[in-house]
């Protein structure tokens, strides 16, 4: 298990892309890490990561340890995307 720095950085653009682009901006704020869990899973699974143990042994290869990755990149990005919020806050606050 070890994060994939670019599925990291296209869940943090896409996060930033459903905030910001109006055609999108409606949607909650909260549904942002949900989407970027898929996100993970489509780009593990366009990779091969679910084909290299199949679904014996569920979390030591294959499909669990796609979904171990997918959670452990999200919260990687959500946690990186809010850091960064919360400094700049910080930072411009009077």
């Known amino acids: 298990m070890q994060p994939d720095p670019i599925t990291i950085v296209v869940q943090i653009v896409l996060g930033l892309i ?3 682009w109006p055609a999108l901006a409606s949607l909650p704020n ?3 890490p ?3 869990f ?3 899973i489509l780009i593990g699974l366009g990779t091969g990561q679910a084909e290299a143990g199949g679904l014996g042994g569920f979390f030591s290869g294959g499909f669990g340890q796609l979904l171990v990755n997918a ?3 999200t919260l990687l990005s959500t946690g990186t995307h809010s ?3 919360n400094f700049l ?3 411009t606050r009077k």
């Open 89 to 91: 806050q910080q930072l």
């Open 18 to 20: 459903v905030k910001h």
């Open 30 to 32: 909260k549904l942002i």
């Open 34 to 36: 949900v989407f970027n």
């Open 83 to 85: 850091m960064g919020k």
């Open 38 to 40: 898929v996100i993970a």
């Open 71 to 73: 959670a452990l990149n």
